[in-house]
């Protein structure tokens, strides 16, 4: 993996990134319901969901959100030299478009907006993450991700 200085990271404002596909799998969402005791019927339950317009069980909003980490670390996207951690800080906007159905493909696509020096050592980054589900013509999410990276 190529590394590159937080000033290269800086001049490279409007690059993106794509990463592999993943599937979301019914144990994924099954195991994501369990972590946040969001049993909804719509995720859980294949028999009755399949009875409701999205025809099966769909994912949680906040699980398609969650796989921006996963799904980030499959790009192609360098290193930061001499980075000691890096930490969610929050999103401008999030978008739930179209429903993520279980068993299809989705990936991530990153565009960096911008990465700005908040104070000596500390960046703030700002990512556009689309998750995307193959095969559809709309973005199952469009969020506006906020990351403080330390140098």
Do not use: C
Not at 2 to 19: C, F, K, L, N, W
Not at 42 to 66: D, E, R, Y
Not at 109 to 136: D, H
């Amino acid at each position: 993996m190529d590394t590159i200085t937080v000033e290269e990271m800086a001049a490279s404002i409007g690059t993106e990134r794509v990463s592999d596909w993943v599937e979301v799998t019914q144990e994924m969402i099954d195991k994501f319901a369990d972590a946040t005791g969001d049993h909804q019927f719509i995720h859980v339950n294949p028999a009755m969901a399949a009875m409701t317009p999205f025809g099966g069980t769909i994912a949680h909003g906040f699980l398609s959100l969650s796989l921006m980490p996963m799904l980030a670390a499959t790009t192609d996207t360098p290193k930061i030299e001499g980075v000691k951690m890096g930490v969610n800080y929050g999103g401008n906007k999030v978008r739930f478009l179209t429903p993520v159905r279980s068993s299809k493909r989705v990936r991530g696509r990153f565009k960096l907006l911008s990465f700005t020096e908040r104070k000596p050592g500390q960046w703030e980054q700002v990512n556009e993450y689309t998750l995307e589900i193959e095969g559809a013509d709309k973005p199952a999410l469009i969020a506006e991700w906020i990351s403080l990276i330390y140098v």
